[in-house]
């Protein structure tokens, strides 16, 4: 089991930035696929961006590219979402999910186990 714990969100306006942190419990597997997902009300599930534990590469959902960057401390199995330049569209609640492996569906919330409890961003313009 990965116990998964979002942290870092908030308040900001139109322009500014935020930087998330996942925490994950442990991983019992060498690979696992890390996401950010995101939700805002009346809305799908989306993913923002994944990165694979094991080489560090990285993957973005258009809407952020340019804007988000995701990162990971390996020896602290935190992934990190430093989003910059955050726009009102950005608003919604912040999820982490873990899966083992490498996904070929990364973008479908249904191929994660592993979620964590949202963390709210909020954008004002």
């Known amino acids: 089991q990965v116990q998964l714990q979002e942290s870092g969100g908030g308040s900001v306006q139109a322009g500014g930035s935020l930087s998330l942190s996942c925490a994950a419990s442990?991983?019992?597997?060498?690979?696992?696929?890390v996401g950010w997902f995101r939700q805002a009300p009346g809305k799908e599930r989306e993913g923002v961006a994944v990165?694979?534990?094991?080489?560090?590469?990285?993957y973005y959902h258009d809407s952020v590219k340019g804007r988000f960057t995701i990162s990971q401390d390996s020896v602290q199995n935190t992934v990190y979402l430093q989003m910059n330049g955050l726009k009102p569209e950005d608003t919604a609640m912040y999820y982490c999910?873990?899966?083992?492996?490498?996904?070929?569906?990364?973008?479908?919330?249904?191929?994660?186990?592993?979620w964590g409890r949202g963390t709210q961003v909020t954008v004002s313009s």
């Open positions: 999910a873990a899966s083992p492996g490498i996904l070929a569906t990364m973008w479908d919330p249904r191929s994660f186990g592993y």
């Open positions: 442990e991983y019992a597997y060498s690979t696992y696929s």
């Open positions: 990165i694979v534990t094991s080489s560090g590469r990285t």
